[in-house]
């Protein structure tokens, strides 16, 4: 049968690639192919749903459209949902004040190993201070959008090993 396919598909007058085709749309219009199709859909659907998670590294989160946010007051961490109409700093329910800044994920250990549970680092940037950001936690940059910390990665550099690539602006 795969040996009579494979001369149909080679045939030189193109029959064997039309029936290739023909038995293509066949498949697709079957329960068999409608699955595949929702198979397809789903694997998709599951990557776009991992990439979140990666993001964010929180399920509920992901799923509620919460983010962690940093009260510059308190230094307490929340998890705030922006809402349409927003402007930063939002409304801290530690302080009760406008000191809820976006908080930064940082996975790294002191030793350059990775932890499950990050610390949230308010980075000096959105308080308009000069200079970079270490985490108060492991001593390591931290940037805007941090990068998740994947086993193997080079650690981010400690305030000791930091060399700015350019000057501070
Ligand atoms: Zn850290």
């Known amino acids: 049968m795969s040996a009579f396919a494979f001369v149909q598909f080679r045939s030189p007058d193109g029959q064997g690639v039309a029936k290739m085709f023909e038995k293509l749309n066949r498949f697709w219009q079957t329960i068999g192919g409608k699955i595949a199709a929702v198979v397809i859909i789903a694997a998709g659907v599951a990557l ?14 992901a799923l509620s459209g919460e ?4 009260c510059a007051e308190t230094g307490k961490t929340f998890a705030y949902k922006i809402k ?10 530690h302080s009760g004040k406008r000191t809820g800044y976006h908080a930064e994920a940082c996975y790294w250990t002191k030793d350059g190993k990775i932890k499950p549970e ?15 950001t270490f985490c108060p936690d492991c001593g390591r940059l931290v940037v805007p959008q941090n990068p998740p910390g994947i086993p193997g990665d080079k650690p981010p550099p ?9 000057p501070e602006l």
């Open 84 to 93: 349409m109409g927003d402007t930063f700093p939002v409304e801290s329910p």
């Open 67 to 70: 983010r962690p946010y940093i």
């Open 118 to 132: 990050p610390t949230y680092v308010l980075l000096n940037k959105y308080l308009n201070k000069p200079g970079p």
């Open 158 to 166: 400690t305030q000791a090993e930091y060399k700015p690539e350019r």
């Open 48 to 61: 776009m749903g991992y990439n979140v998670r990666n993001f964010t590294r929180s399920e509920g989160a």
